[in-house]
Every structure is written in structure tokens, then in C-alpha cells.
Nanobody, 125 residues
């Protein structure tokens, strides 16, 4: 059974960078779409970025384009989210998830069935 574990969150100043990782166990991520979502206090969970593992095709929320990069390792067991030029509005708990493979991958939680426990990101001076 597929399990996902996130790491890499923390406190960073505006303009700084963080690299989140999502490690899979119990299965490789072949044939999945993997998404990164975030949920800020009092707000709904929103999709940030996703990747089709076998094709490495990606999709991004408009507000993070040019700042965030999603990529995976050759073994197809880890997906990273490189976050640069972070802003206070990026503050949230970040979750990775695996789900149905559509092309392009879809940034909506409905299409994802396996979730990690989340890692908190705080952008503040």
C-alpha cells in the first residue's frame, strides 16, 4: 500500500527558499499523478503543483509559476517542491498526494486519494 511522507518545511524569511520532499513507500509512483497542496489557517486546501510521474509533465497554480518547481527522482519514489522567492501568503501546511493520472494533471484534491501528513511552512520576517 502506497504511503507518502513529507519533509522540509520550516520558518523562512520573505524572499527565501525551501525544498520540500515527498517520499513514497510501499510502491513506486509509476502511473500516478503526484500533487502538492497547501492549507492555510481558515482557508480551504488548494492545489499548488502536480506532476505526471512517467512523463514528467507538470502543472502549477498561477500564483507560484516562476517561483516553485516540482520534480522527481529517477527511481520515481521521491517528488520535490523547490520553493523560491517565498512570500508571506505562501504560509500554510503543505501536503503531497498521489492520485489519478490525467494529462495535464489536475490541481484539485478530488482526484487524489493518498495523502501525507503535511509539513508546515511559515514565511515571516
Amino acid at each position: 500500500q502506497l504511503r507518502l511522507v513529507e519533509s522540509g518545511g520550516g520558518l523562512v524569511q520573505p524572499g527565501g527558499s525551501l525544498k520540500l520532499s515527498c517520499a513514497a513507500s510501499g510502491s513506486t509512483l509509476d502511473y500516478y499523478a503526484v500533487g502538492w497542496f497547501r492549507q492555510a489557517p481558515g482557508k480551504e486546501r488548494e492545489g499548488v503543483s502536480c506532476i505526471l510521474i512517467n512523463d514528467e509533465l507538470t502543472n502549477y497554480k498561477d500564483s507560484v509559476k516562476g517561483r516553485f518547481t516540482i520534480f522527481r527522482d529517477n527511481a520515481k519514489k521521491t517528488v520535490w517542491l523547490q520553493m523560491d522567492n517565498l512570500k508571506p501568503e505562501d504560509t500554510a501546511v503543505y501536503y503531497c498526494s498521489a492520485g489519478i493520472r490525467y494529462d495535464p494533471c489536475i490541481l484539485h484534491s478530488f482526484y487524489y486519494s493518498t495523502w501525507g501528513q503535511g509539513t508546515p511552512v511559515t514565511v515571516s520576517s
